[in-house]
């Protein structure tokens, strides 16, 4: 291949920064630095010691450019998202997961770091996010990810299935509804942590400002939660005390506006002791923590 044919991959990054900036993607360069990644198979780190690139790769990259410019989300051009020690492959259908909610996962970690083979389960599990990756942080867990949405249902089997492909510790999913009453009936009282990154959005937000890349690609099931954004959450509560053994844990992702009412709504049931609610790495209240506890 001549230089002729060859273009310097600095300037098409800097070219490509430059479209992003002007769509308003909110981290251009790095964007575009990890499209690069995505069609070079070279770590971002060690991009700038690639000079040259052919022209047809230079081709694809600003292919991959104009789509990022349209607000296509990037874990869906790249095909995958990370989310703490899993990569998980994402597309349309599925809830990209944030990394915020690596919260919750650190929360329920710390939670069980005393139990031996702990019994989890993660509701509302999406691509199997939470789930996957309490497996792979303790390959002794029982893991259990219960999930109703179809499109989200196959994301996670695919995800699970490269998981143990990859020797990790089978997940086991369930296709359910978490609003029954009649989920995991089997795994009643026994449960020692309960995760759940729920759909929390009030209907009623709809049209408050969101980034394209939510609005027009999430799925609005895993996004809206009815008017007060607490249809799924409150029978989740009930769904988890039940669950849970005595000394349990449980921790729940909300929308900010549920911050108060999520700690009310904890307290009030008398099964649930040290409800706690705590603040993202914005200071922005995004989760609620409780035990299970005996009845007084």
């Known amino acids: 291949m001549t230089a002729l044919n060859r273009?310097?991959?600095?300037?098409a990054v800097?070219?490509?920064?430059?479209?992003?900036?002007?769509?308003?993607?909110?981290?251009?360069?790095?964007?575009?630095?990890?499209l690069a990644e995505h069609v070079l198979g070279v770590p971002r780190g060690n991009l700038p010691m690639v000079?040259?690139?052919?022209?047809?790769?230079i081709e694809i990259y600003r292919g991959l450019v104009t789509r990022r410019a349209e607000r296509i989300p990037l874990q869906h051009l790249v095909g995958v998202a990370?989310?703490?020690?899993?990569?998980?492959?994402?597309?349309?259908?599925?809830?990209?997961?944030?990394?915020?909610?690596?919260?919750?996962?650190?929360?329920?970690?710390?939670?069980?770091?005393?139990?031996?083979?702990p019994?989890?389960?993660?509701?509302?599990?999406?691509?199997?996010?939470?789930?996957?990756?309490?497996?792979?942080?303790?390959?002794?867990?029982?893991?259990?990810a219960v999930e109703s949405e179809p499109a989200a249902l196959a994301w996670a089997r695919r995800n699970i299935d490269t998981h143990v492909s990859a020797g990790g510790t089978p997940?086991?999913?369930?296709?359910?509804?978490?609003?029954?009453?009649?989920v995991l009936v089997q795994l009643e009282a026994s449960v020692d942590l309960v995760l759940c990154n729920p759909p929390y959005v009030p209907d009623g937000s709809a049209d408050r400002e969101m980034p394209a890349e939510v609005a027009d690609h999430d799925p609005a099931v895993a996004l809206f939660g009815g008017p007060e954004g607490l249809a799924v959450i409150r029978p989740v509560v009930s769904l988890a005390a039940g669950l849970l053994r005595v000394g349990g844990g449980l921790a729940i992702e909300h929308d900010e506006s549920h911050a108060d009412v999520l700690v009310e709504?904890?307290?009030r049931r008398r099964?649930?002791?040290?409800?706690?609610?705590?603040?993202?790495?914005?200071?922005r209240r995004r989760f609620v923590t409780a035990r299970r506890r005996l009845a007084e």
């Not at 019994?119 to 002794?140: E, K, P």
């Open 14 to 34: 800097a070219e490509a920064e430059r479209i992003l900036t002007a769509a308003g993607v909110p981290s251009p360069r790095v964007d575009a630095e990890l």
């Open 51 to 57: 000079p040259l690139v052919d022209s047809s790769m």
């Open 82 to 117: 990370g989310f703490g020690p899993v990569t998980l492959a994402v597309g349309p259908g599925v809830f990209v997961p944030r990394p915020e909610t690596e919260l919750l996962l650190e929360w329920g970690l710390a939670a069980v770091a005393d139990v031996r083979a």
């Open 265 to 267: 709504l904890l307290g």
């Open 171 to 182: 997940v086991q999913l369930h296709a359910a509804d978490v609003t029954r009453n009649d």
């Open 271 to 283: 099964v649930l002791g040290e409800v706690t609610g705590h603040r993202d790495l914005t200071d």
């Open 119 to 144: 019994r989890v389960v993660d509701l509302c599990t999406g691509s199997g996010a939470l789930a996957l990756a309490m497996a792979a942080s303790r390959s002794d867990a029982e893991v259990h």
């Open 7 to 11: 273009q310097p991959l600095r300037l």
